[in-house]
């Protein structure tokens, strides 16, 4: 049982290039959520998806794209990505009726030099 | 979203010792969760709580739904070296829908 996966677990890139991270669970939640992880600022929600095809914003969404046409794949695209946006990212899952009850990937740690 | 205040920010204790932490929210919660994170990896999730006053636990640690429904306290017994981590509390965002606000965490430090 793979649960839910991201890759890459580490990535360096530049300033201005077009990075995406990858999202893949095997439990077919309907819900995916993307979340940053910044010291002092704890985990914060980029964007979320309540069904393929369905996403929309979350706290902290600017410079980043989702998409989700497919239920077990959630990735997210940094399209120009900045210093700023050197973090750990989340991704998280949750199966609808299921409360708010999320289960989160292991993070990707991306630096952007 | 809901703002969430989780205190302390951390602790350092010995190993055997108990442990207590706690969230406030700004607004009133109908589900509180507390997640647990370990160095380099994600989040785990260790309790539910869903009703008022609830009392919940798992293994050593107990969980407790504020009668307020505003706050939530989470207790470690007999701490151990594998406690090391960061402890987040975490609440509904809005009134529907699953999206969670997430406090800023404990970090606990167990000295063997």
């Known amino acids: 049982d793979a649960g839910i996966t991201q890759s890459p677990r580490y990535k360096i890139t530049e300033t201005g290039r077009q990075v995406t991270l990858m999202c893949h669970q095997t439990?077919?939640?309907?819900?995916m959520f993307w979340y940053r992880q910044d010291l002092g600022h704890g985990l914060r929600l980029i964007y979320y998806?309540?069904?393929?095809?369905?996403?929309d914003k979350g706290e902290v969404p600017d410079g980043y794209v989702v998409s989700r046409s497919k239920t077990e794949n959630f990735p997210l695209t940094l399209e120009s990505a900045t210093r700023s946006q050197t973090s750990v990212y989340f991704c998280?899952?949750?199966?609808?009726?299921?409360?708010?009850?999320?289960?989160f990937g292991p993070g990707t740690r991306l630096t952007v030099t | 979203g809901q703002q969430l205040n989780q205190s302390p920010q951390s602790m350092f204790i010995q190993e055997g010792e108990d442990v207590s932490m706690n969230c406030t929210s700004s607004?009133?919660?109908?589900?509180w969760l507390w997640y647990k994170q370990d160095p380099g990896e994600g989040p785990v999730l260790l309790i539910a709580?869903?009703?008022?006053?609830e009392l919940t636990s798992n293994g050593r640690l107990t969980a407790q739904f504020g009668i307020t429904r505003k706050d939530s306290f989470l207790n470690i017994s007999a701490s151990i070296p594998s406690d090391v981590g960061i402890y987040f509390c975490?609440?509904?965002?809005?009134?529907?829908?699953?999206?969670?606000?997430f406090g800023e965490g404990t970090q606990l430090t167990v000295n063997p």
């Open positions: 439990w077919s939640h309907s819900y």
């Open positions: 709580l869903y009703k008022a006053g």
């Open positions: 998280a899952s949750t199966r609808r009726g299921a409360g708010y009850e999320q289960y």
């Open positions: 998806s309540a069904a393929a095809d369905i996403t």
């Open positions: 975490a609440g509904p965002w809005e009134t529907s829908g699953s999206r969670l606000t």
């Open positions: 607004s009133i919660f109908n589900t």
